[in-house]
């Protein structure tokens, strides 16, 4: 019996019975953890935006390199996860906005108005849309206004109201949708890419109120 | 000065190390494979909804956009919009078209995994007219050497495609709502077509 508590005392611990697997077991959680953290960063990385190089402009965001042949690898991760065809560099420019001109999220129960100015393009449009890019179902069929077909004041300026109740003059409704975002598109602009545009020359979106 | 570590935090500073250099390989091989391996990437889409469109090949118009019936995603509603998916192993391609000069129409030119390597409006179209050829490097290559000595020189934009595979969308503006059929019936107008390549 003595010989067999002995060996029982010394082998008694896992630790001690593990050690000789040690340095495996390490290596497994390296592994393992590695690749967790690696994935992680890409998701969190992929859902910051596409990539570098963007331009700003108040609450507005355009990732103009999405639509030419140097677009940089996150961003045709993105492009290729949300399954979009980007618009080409020489089409126009497309700009997103998640909050409102102050950075507060755009919510579905404020109502806002968007207001002048616009920088020059052939053709410019505003539209609501879902985060993931869907358009919002809605009881007027109405998803956004050109250049050519918005109401505008006797001095040429324009006023867009957003809201989940009609509205006089321009109106876009979230319908019964909780988040939304404002996509604004230039078609045909001469807007320079390759230095940070003028907020100032970009329609600002004023919260009016919330439900 | 002695900066005072424990030496069980030492003994772990290799596999922290090693943690950190494999999480960084896995991030960059994982974004840079997204492309590859995602499964509905626009290139994907737009195959599925050519194949159950009746002509399996050419330009195929885009249902108008509405709420749940988006081909993609991100796209405008003011546009009409149709696309030739192609894949050059079968031929190159010609797309052309004449402009009015007064409406704008967008060609945008992807190849597979996200990239556009060419994109134009019809402000660019030459003396009113859009004629572009698609092709891989050799089908180029092939319609150059064709060309030379004989006739005038091609009016055409040749344009070499990185991937055999590939889309290119056609967006049609429409300034009002009611526009749209106007808009729709520009894109008819356009062909989208497979040719030969010369003999010789």
């Known amino acids: ?211 | 000065m002695r900066l005072n570590i424990p030496d069980r935090y030492l003994d772990l500073a290799p596999w922290v190390i090693a943690t950190l250099f494999i999480a960084g390989i896995v991030h960059v091989v994982s974004v840079l494979l997204m492309p590859s391996v995602a499964p509905r990437d626009a290139l994907a889409r737009l195959t599925t909804y050519v194949k159950s469109a009746a002509p399996a090949e050419g330009l195929v118009l885009l249902p108008q956009m509405a709420p749940g019936a988006e081909m993609l995603p991100f796209e405008d509603p003011a546009l009409a919009e149709a696309v030739c998916v192609y894949d050059l192993a079968k031929g190159p391609l010609r797309v052309k078209t004449s402009v009015d000069g007064e409406d704008y129409l967008g060609l945008s030119f992807h190849a597979s995994a996200g990239r556009i390597y060419h994109s134009m409006t019809d402000r660019s179209a030459i003396k009113g007219k859009i004629d572009i050829v698609v092709g891989d490097a050799r089908q180029i290559d092939a319609l150059a050497s064709a060309d030379e000595g004989d006739a005038p020189p091609p009016q055409e934009v040749r344009l070499t495609a990185p991937t055999k595979r590939g889309f290119v969308l056609i967006r049609s503006f429409a300034k009002r709502p009611s526009d749209q059929e106007r808009a729709r019936n520009r894109l008819s107008a356009i062909t989208c077509q497979r040719f030969d390549l010369p003999q010789g």
């Not at chain 1, 630790?15 to 390490?26: I, V």
């Not at chain 1, 030419?68 to 690898?73: F, G, K, L, W």
């Not at chain 1, 809605?138 to 006023?159: C, M, P, T």
């Not at chain 1, 957003?162 to 909780?178: F, I, K, T």
């Open chain 1, 1 to 211: 019996m003595a010989p067999l508590t002995a060996s029982y005392v010394s082998g008694g611990s896992a630790s001690l019975d593990l050690k000789p697997y040690a340095n495996y077991l390490r290596a497994g959680s390296v592994m393992i953890a590695g690749l967790i953290i690696g994935l992680l960063v890409t998701v969190l990385s992929l859902n910051a935006g596409y990539g570098f190089n963007s331009l700003r402009a108040g609450p507005w965001t355009a990732w103009p390199h999405t639509g030419a042949a140097d677009i940089d690898p996150y961003a045709r991760a993105v492009v290729a996860r949300s399954g979009e065809a980007p618009l080409g560099r020489d089409q126009g420019l497309a700009f997103i906005a998640r909050t409102d001109s102050n950075g507060a999220p755009l919510n579905a129960d404020c109502e806002y108005r968007i207001v002048d100015p616009l920088p020059s393009a052939r053709y410019w449009t505003i539209a609501l849309a879902s985060p993931d890019g869907r358009l919002l179902a809605n009881s007027a069929e109405r998803y956004g206004y050109s250049s050519v077909d918005v109401l505008r004041k006797e001095d040429g300026d324009f006023e867009i109201d957003v809201a989940r109740e009609a509205r006089p003059g321009n109106w876009l409704s979230p319908g019964e949708a909780r988040d939304f975002v404002v996509m604004l598109r230039f078609y045909d602009t001469s807007l320079d890419i390759d230095s940070s545009p003028d907020p100032n020359s970009f329609p600002k979106i004023v919260k009016l109120g919330c439900a």
